[in-house]
Structure formats: structure tokens, C-alpha cells
Nanobody
Framework: QVQLVESGGGLVRPGGSLRLSCAAS????????MGWYRQAPGKERELVAA???????NYADSVKGRFTISRDNAKNTVYLQMNSLKPEDTAVYYC????????????????WGQGTQVTVSS
């Protein structure tokens, strides 16, 4: 069993910063891509940022220049540094990871965390 646990969400003022963390645990052989998605009330879940095991990154246009995704492979952890936060960044943020659980099984599965609330408000 693989679990993804997010932390770091909370209430922040516009222009402020937060850093989200997501740690993967359980049966893990390799983690390929990891990423962050978010879902605001009444909206579809959208990709915020993603990072491959090699360090290549991808960002939604709305967060480019403000958010930075990074990962610590030794800790099976991905981070999202969020700066210059805006009210429209308010959403539940979900961690996602593509994980190979066993060395003898080539299957790569998509896992999701439970989400962490980020609220940007004055």
C-alpha cells in the first residue's frame, strides 16, 4: 500500500507565501513523476505543477513565476513553494505521484493524497 500525505496548507494573506509538502510512504520501488493539482469550489481539478524524477518541471500558466516545485528523492517527498499568493489560488491542493511499487512488477500506478486546504484571504 502506498500513501501520500500532504501538509503545509493554511490561511495566508494575499502576497504571502506557503510551502506544501507531500511525502510518499509504503511499498515503493521507484517514484517517477510527482505533482500538485488543485480544485477550487465549483471548478474542475487542474494541474498546478509537476516534476519528473530527472527534475524536469511543468507549471500551469497561472502560477508560472510564483510557484516552484521541487523534490527530494531520498525522502520520497515533493514540495510546492507558493509565493505572491492571490485569492484565486484558494483551493484544495492534492499531491499526485506515479509509483512503481515493486522491483519485480513493472506496473506504474497513479496515487493521490487526501488534499490540503489553501486559503488566500485578507
Amino acid at each position: 500500500q502506498v500513501q501520500l500525505v500532504e501538509s503545509g496548507g493554511g490561511l495566508v494573506r494575499p502576497g504571502g507565501s506557503l510551502r506544501l509538502s507531500c511525502a510518499a510512504s509504503g511499498s515503493i520501488f521507484s517514484i517517477y513523476a510527482m505533482g500538485w493539482y488543485r480544485q477550487a469550489p465549483g471548478k474542475e481539478r487542474e494541474l498546478v505543477a509537476a516534476i519528473t524524477s530527472g527534475g524536469s518541471t511543468n507549471y500551469a500558466d497561472s502560477v508560472k513565476g510564483r510557484f516552484t516545485i521541487s523534490r527530494d528523492n531520498a525522502k520520497n517527498t515533493v514540495y510546492l513553494q507558493m509565493n505572491s499568493l492571490k485569492p484565486e489560488d484558494t483551493a484544495v491542493y492534492y499531491c499526485n505521484a506515479d509509483i512503481r511499487a515493486d522491483y519485480s512488477d513493472l506496473t506504474v500506478q497513479d496515487y493521490w493524497g487526501q488534499g490540503t486546504q489553501v486559503t488566500v484571504s485578507s
